[in-house]
């Protein structure tokens, strides 16, 4: 018998978690679990200390993920779909639950058996090499493996084939000169894509009270305003991390957002609990140094903003006005680090601004089901036919924010401040200029980003704005 026909023969043992799979079945099922309901955590230490297969199994029974939710790895199924077309034997080794191990297999269709873990038995490191001599025999098999847990069955298959490893299974593999698969590069940078440190530029509104309060010399201000913005930046991140965490099915499912690094599976669930909380705790520290006020209004976003993941984004027209009010609050946070007095009509324009541009964030996914009506953009409250509306509110907002600015500009407040209020009166159509672009863009698709960094970004919307800060000056200065 030839080595080819020898191979043929001997089954080809692949592991789930890791190898088959770029994601941790038990983690990401325990994370969907405490994020729709956190006291089942008191359910899960019960579970755990009856064993590790019993919290495997109700996990599994309890999460609602099915075969379709798992992010699979492009490069295993393919080389598993030559191996089956030889006429190989192919066999799910796994250590997850017979619930979700049967369910994937028949989704890829792929396997000719399956062994898993039960209710009182954990099919991981030495029982599953020890499952598989039982069945196969010492060096019966070849293995498909990734982590720590892998290396003694390694050590008991006839060939390894190793893939994308942790650190343990690597040196494993150099040690023995064994294959590794090709899975593309894993960037080690996924945490950092994960928190988004171009959304950082949103927090700039939180400036705004100490520019439009002549007191950006000041250097107290200008530290207060500093401080605040990495607090707001390092607690946005941490929502952004939990927001991956809930929405890993739809962001699975999205044609972009399933390349995010949760959801591609680039970085583990327990690396983004742990790197959530990090941030929180760096957020909420650094307001020991701003008055008590500005904690306050943090602690308000911190909830405003974790209930807008969980269920406000999901609502009609509700997800918009909370978007436009989460943006606002930067501007009262920047007062309350600074100890600045804030303008009935600075929040009211920031309203109907930042609405205008929550609703061209929406108007951008519901273009992309153009000529689908009826369809419903998924994890939002919004059908397809929703599309011409939500672009005239949004104009209708734009209008709206330059009518308030120019009432604004008028206002016995604004002659108070500035010794030449009518050279600020350009500021009306240079907003509408601004808006209306963006919403010009994005009806011809060429819009594919948050508006708010699109504007932070984009040479015209940073030439425009800066034409404002000119003509702020000159109102200043006087006539």
């Not at 400036?207 to 913005?229: C, G, K, Q, R, W």
């Not at 008055?291 to 984004?313: M, N, R």
């Not at 600074?338 to 309203?351: G, H």
Request: charged residues 20%.
């Amino acid at each position: 018998m030839d080595a080819r026909t020898e191979t043929r023969h001997i089954p080809l043992c692949v592991d789930l978690d890791g190898t088959l799979v770029a994601a941790d079945t038990l983690w990401e099922g325990m994370a969907i679990i405490l994020l729709r309901n956190p006291l089942m955590i008191f359910a899960m230490v019960g579970w755990a200390l009856k064993g590790k297969a019993r919290l495997k199994s109700e996990v599994a029974r309890r999460s609602g993920r099915v075969a379709a939710d798992w992010p699979y790895r492009d490069a295993v199924l393919e080389r598993l779909r030559r191996e089956r077309a030889s006429g190989r034997p192919v066999i799910l080794v796994t250590g997850a639950a017979e619930s979700v191990a049967r369910d994937i297999a028949a989704h890829t269709g792929l396997f000719t058996d399956i062994m898993h873990s039960s209710e009182t038995l954990n099919l991981t490191h030495s029982r599953k090499r020890e499952a598989l001599i039982a069945r196969y025999g010492e060096a019966g098999f070849d293995y498909m493996g990734n982590s720590r847990d892998d290396v003694p069955v390694f050590d008991a298959a006839r060939r390894a084939i190793v893939v994308a490893p942790d650190a343990a299974a690597e040196a494993w593999r150099r040690n023995h000169d064994a294959e590794r698969l090709d899975t593309g590069r894993t960037s080690p940078m996924a945490a950092l894509r994960s928190i988004r440190v171009h959304q950082w530029a949103k927090n700039v509104l939180i400036a705004v009270p100490m520019v439009l309060n002549h007191e950006v010399l000041h250097l107290d201000a200008l530290t207060s305003v500093i401080i605040a913005f990495f607090a707001f930046s390092f607690l946005a991140s941490a929502v952004y991390v939990i927001n991956d965490l809930s929405d890993l099915s739809n962001d699975r499912r999205h044609p972009k957002k399933r390349f995010r690094p949760l959801a591609s599976g680039q970085m583990s669930v327990p690396v983004a609990i742990a790197l959530a909380g990090c941030l929180i705790i760096a957020s909420f520290s650094l307001t020991l140094a701003l008055p008590l006020e500005f904690a306050y209004v943090l602690a308000f976003y911190a909830v405003a903003t974790t209930a807008y993941t969980f269920l406000l984004k999901r609502k009609l027209l509700v997800d918009v006005f909370t978007l436009a009010g989460l943006y606002t609050v930067r501007i009262v946070a920047g007062a309350a680090a600074t100890d600045t007095q804030l303008s009935f009509w600075l929040l009211a324009f920031s309203i109907f601004f930042f609405l205008s541009l929550a609703l061209v964030k929406r108007y951008v996914e519901l273009n992309e089901f153009e000529g689908e009506p009826e369809a419903f953009v998924p994890g939002r409250g919004y059908q397809a036919i929703d599309f011409d509306m939500v672009g005239q509110a949004g104009i209708a907002s734009a209008f709206t924010a330059a009518l308030v600015l120019a009432l604004y500009v008028h206002s016995r407040e604004m002659e108070a401040m500035y010794s030449n209020p009518l050279a600020l009166w350009p500021l009306c159509p240079l907003v509408l200029y601004m808006l209306l672009r963006i919403w010009m863009l994005a009806r011809r698709r060429m819009l594919h980003e948050d508006p708010v960094v699109f504007i932070m970004h984009d040479w015209r919307s940073i030439f425009t704005v800066g034409i404002g800060a000119v003509l702020v000056v000159a109102g200043t200065i006087g006539s």
